[in-house]
Each structure stands twice: as structure tokens, then as C-alpha cells.
């Protein structure tokens, strides 16, 4: 069976831009000059409007600058467009199925969907103004392997094997991906590895919408995953029986990074107008992240027994029970660190023990139970109900989870500027453009001690769902049924993310609050 789909869809989007007046460097407002001695006020043309002049604006800025297009829109900031969307898709599906003999079948089954979707970005060209991870070229493949033994040991006794392999390639790419535009800006020391080059690094303007590409660009996952099961079936009188086992092991390399070419936020802080430091080429944040690829993986064992009791010719009861354990997240060459906040220091994985590798401690005591009922009160209404506890052992709740994220394996650096009124010179800016971004920002050993690490709690527990209902379907008719139900949910020991720096808070005698140590 094959299933193809060709498809392209225009999106209207809206940006907001400087005006070309802005551009030039003609404010309506103030502007400083922070490099001149008490940070004076640019001067005014005939027009009233206060002028940066040309001769001073920074290279890089300037080429920045002219990448940004002119609002479209008369009278307004916005620049208006629409894009289209473009997206091929491929599947197909190959199964045979073959009669080994009068109790012994198989069948196998090969699954192929190949997706390729490119989103253009709002602004032309370099200026691209990517907002999230979906801008630029998505290529998703995906590959399963399914086979499947059923063996009738005896008419009331059968066997169920099954193997299942799956193979996925989920990479994002952003829309000027290859082309290196902080080389054709002028911005030097930009990381230049060819698996993240493209696009200019993300500008955030204050009071306008971001240029350049989005931090989370490049992105990949490709998971790897292989799983065979057995269940075993046995109809014994009134009981039918199911047993069984399974066994899943998942490995996934991830690249799921923030700005690994850089981020930089201009403010209205050196000049009064972001775009007159965006001129200039004073940031007031740069953001750089290292570029690294996790090798994680899983292993996931689950075993059950379960019965069908029909006690009675209007009564059917369902028990059944589950248990499950799962390895914490492991990396293939132990490249995790955890914060300990008993001790305040990291803590590295190691050959050893399944602590020492995922640095976190195995939940062995995940029973599942289950339990369910239908009755017939009579010939037209029934009413069923059930229980069960599901776990969840893959959660992810994006990059900020994953401990292989630290340092050394990985180094998120923040520059920042702080000062603010006189004090907002041009040497206070963390950096100049025009001199590229300092060296050794992505050296781990010349982090400071401040620097934003990731942690997972060494004792969490295994998440999980209790789930419940009852109901009552009445055949109103022979073609109608009125079907009422009570359903519920309750989560226990769901991961969350917290700041473990996060300021107490402290209750005043007056009612009033305030922040704690």
C-alpha cells in the first residue's frame, strides 16, 4: 500500500521592523552617544530628528541592519507576507502473512513514511525572523519492523511472539541552513562547525520582532528502538487467562540545543533606542552554547497476568496485575553530570553500577493493578466500570531535563550587561560587534561558579496514572444506545521543573510579602 501527499499552503505572517527612517539612524526621540565623555545627546538635523551618523555606526551592525527589510504596511511598523508552505510526504506498507502449518502462522510487516516539509521564514533572506523551531526544513523519516508468530499449542492454549525494530530520523534545519551569515556580516569567532552553520545568529530588538535565525536550530533526534514480546493465552472454564512478557530498549541521540551560533539582545540601553545599539554594535546579552550530540539510552522490562472470570451469565469480572521496571536515562559514553544539592557539587556518571551511570536511583517497586466489571441488570442496560495504574517511563520535558546537558559535555554561557542611565557607556556592553564574540566563552574550565546547570532529583520516583470509570449503556432502541460514563484521572509523582535558586518568601507581619534569602 503506498500513500503519497503533495501539498503547499500559504501562511500569512506579520512582523514587526524598524522604519527605514530608524535604519538610517534618524530617531523622533533622544539618543546618547556612549563613547563620548558624560554620554551627551546625539545631535539634530533640520528635521527635529536626532541623527547617529554613519561614520560611526559598527560594520557589522550596519550590515545587520540592511538586511532588515522596510515595513510593507503604510503607516505602520509591519512588515507583512505570505509564504508557502511546501510538504512531501511518502508511505507505504509491505506484509506477508504465511500458514507454516495448521496451528503455527506468521506474518511480517515493513513500515515507510518519509515527510519533508519546508516553512518558509516571515522576513527575506538572512533577515529570516524565525519565531520557532518549525521554520525551515523538517525531514522526518521513520522505519518499522514488525513480525509475528501465533503458535496454537491446543484449542485452548496459544502463544503470541512478536518482535518489533523501529528506526527514526527527525532532523530540523533552519532556512538559510549552510550558508554562513556571520561570516557575510563580518562577526567574527562564531562557532562554524558545518552540522549547525546557518543564518545570522537570533537579534532580539526591544520593541520589534526578532531577525536572524531561532536559537533552537539545528535540532535532530533519532531513535533507535527494538522490542520483543510474548503473551500467552488459556481459556480454563470460566477464566481466560493472558500472561506474558516484554522486553524494549530505546536509544536516542539528541541535539536539542539553545543558540549554538548565538543570541544577542539589543535594548534600549546605550543609546536610549535599540536599533541606535544595534547600529553602533553594542549588545546588551549575548547568549553561546556548545554544540553537542547525546547518545541516551533505555531499557524497559514489563511482565502481566490478567484473568477474564465470567462468574455469572450476567456478570464478568477482569483482575489483572502489572510489573514494570525501567533503567533511568543512561548515555552511551557516560557523559552526565547531576547537581547534589546535599553536597552543592556535581557528580559525574561512571562505568558501574545503574546509578553510577544514570545518576539516578532505579524505582523496582512499580506494581500495576488492575481491575474491572461488566453486569447485565437486564436485556437492554448494562453497567461496567474499571481501575487501573499506568506508568510512564519516557518522559521528557525538553532540553532542560536532560542531564547530559552540563558541563563539561555542554557549556551555556550568558553575558550580560546590567548597568543602566549614565552609566550605560559603550564599554560596559559585553561586547562590540564589530570585534566578534570574545574568545573562550565555550571553555569549560573558564565558567563562573554561577552558571546555569541542569538537575534531576537522584530518588524521583516512576510517574503514573491511576485511571477509572463507570458507566451505564442503555439500548433505547435496536439502533440507538445511550451510553453515560464517569471517567477520571489522577497523576502521581509527575516530573515538574523547579529553580532550585528560587528565593524564599517570607510572610511579613503586616500582610505583606517579600523575597527571602
Same mark, same amino acid.
Given at each position: ?40 545627546? !546625539? ?32 503607516? %505602520?511598523? /509591519?512588515?507583512? +507576507? ?29 513500515? #515507510? ?47 503470541? !511472539? ?29 562557532? +562554524? ?11 532580539? /530588538? ?30 480454563? *472454564? ?27 539582545? @539589543? ?10 545599539? =544595534? =547600529? ?21 522490562? @514489563? ?33 552526565? &553530570?547531576? #547537581? ?8 559525574? &556518571? ?7 551511570? &544514570?545518576? /539516578? ?11 474491572? !466489571? ?11 466500570? *474499571? ?6 517511563? %519516557? ?30 557607556? &559603550? ?18 574550565? +573558564? ?22 470509570? =463507570? ?47
Amino acid at each position: 500500500i503506498f500513500e503519497g501527499l503533495r501539498d503547499r499552503e500559504g501562511v500569512p505572517r506579520v512582523r514587526l521592523v524598524p522604519t527605514a527612517a530608524q535604519k538610517a539612524g534618524l530617531f523622533t526621540t533622544a539618543v546618547f552617544d556612549p563613547f563620548a565623555d558624560g554620554r551627551p545627546e !546625539f545631535s539634530k538635523n533640520a528635521a527635529g530628528q536626532w541623527v547617529i551618523p554613519q561614520s560611526r555606526w559598527d560594520p557589522v551592525g550596519r550590515a545587520i541592519v540592511a538586511l532588515i527589510p522596510d515595513p510593507n504596511v503604510a503607516g %505602520t511598523n /509591519i512588515f507583512a +507576507s505570505t509564504p508557502v508552505t511546501i510538504t512531501r510526504q511518502d508511505q507505504f506498507d509491505v506484509r506477508v502473512d504465511h500458514q507454516i502449518s495448521s496451528n503455527i502462522s506468521l506474518f511480517g510487516r515493513y513500515s #515507510f513514511v518519509d515527510t519533508n516539509t519546508f516553512r518558509p521564514a516571515p522576513l527575506p533572506g538572512l533577515a529570516e525572523g524565525s519565531f520557532n523551531d518549525a521554520f525551515g526544513a523538517n525531514l522526518n523519516r521513520s522505519q518499522g519492523i514488525a513480525i509475528g508468530l501465533t503458535w496454537t499449542f491446543s484449542p485452548t492454549f496459544v502463544g503470541d !511472539f512478536r518482535f518489533g525494530w523501529g528506526r527514526g530520523n527527525y532532523f530540523t534545519n533552519p532556512p538559510n541552513f549552510g550558508i554562513n551569515g556571520a561570516e557575510q556580516v563580518g562577526l567574527k569567532n562564531v562557532p +562554524s562547525d558545518p552540522a549547525i552553520v546557518g543564518g545570522v545568529p537570533k537579534v532580539n /530588538i526591544q520593541g520589534f520582532d526578532a531577525v536572524g535565525r531561532h536559537t533552537s536550530t539545528p535540532q535532530f533526534q533519532t531513535p533507535r528502538t527494538w522490542n520483543p514480546r510474548v503473551t500467552m493465552s488459556w481459556n480454563r *472454564g470460566q477464566h481466560f487467562f493472558k500472561f506474558g512478557g516484554e522486553f524494549l530498549h530505546a536509544q536516542t541521540k539528541i541535539n536539542d540545543l539553545n543558540a549554538t551560533i548565538g543570541r544577542m539582545n @539589543f535594548e534600549d540601553r546605550f543609546t536610549g533606542r535599540a536599533v541606535g545599539d =544595534l =547600529l553602533l554594535g553594542l549588545p546588551s546579552q549575548l547568549a553561546l552554547t556548545s554544540f553537542t550530540v547525546m547518545d541516551q539510552g533505555q531499557d524497559m522490562y @514489563f511482565f502481566f497476568l490478567q484473568d477474564d472470570y465470567k462468574a455469572s451469565s450476567k456478570l464478568t469480572l477482569n483482575f489483572g496485575v502489572r510489573y514494570e521496571f525501567a533503567t533511568p536515562p543512561r548515555e552511551r559514553n557516560n557523559q552526565f &553530570a547531576n #547537581f547534589d544539592p546535599s553536597t552543592g557539587q556535581m557528580v559525574f &556518571a561512571k562505568e558501574g553500577s545503574i546509578f553510577d551511570r &544514570a545518576l /539516578i536511583h532505579p524505582d523496582r517497586n512499580n506494581w500495576a493493578p488492575r481491575v474491572g !466489571f461488566a453486569y447485565t441488570l437486564n436485556s437492554r442496560m448494562v453497567v461496567r466500570g *474499571g481501575y487501573g495504574v499506568f506508568y510512564t517511563h %519516557t518522559v521528557r520535558q525538553g532540553r532542560e531535563g536532560l542531564l547530559g546537558f552540563n558541563p563539561p559535555f555542554l557549556v551555556d554561557n550568558l553575558l550580560q550587561a546590567s548597568v543602566t542611565g549614565a552609566a550605560a557607556v &559603550a564599554s560596559a556592553a559585553p561586547f562590540r560587534l564589530v570585534d566578534g564574540y570574545p574568545n573562550g566563552l565555550l571553555d569549560p574550565s +573558564s565558567l563562573a561558579p554561577t552558571i546555569l546547570r541542569r538537575a534531576q532529583d537522584a530518588f524521583q520516583r516512576t510517574p503514573y496514572i491511576q485511571q477509572y470509570n =463507570l458507566g451505564i449503556q442503555y439500548e433505547l432502541t435496536q439502533d440507538f444506545v445511550l451510553d453515560v460514563a464517569y471517567v477520571g484521572n489522577k497523576g502521581t509523582k509527575l516530573n515538574g521543573f523547579r529553580n532550585l535558586n528560587q528565593r524564599a518568601v517570607i510572610d511579613n507581619p503586616n500582610g505583606t510579602q517579600s523575597a527571602g534569602d
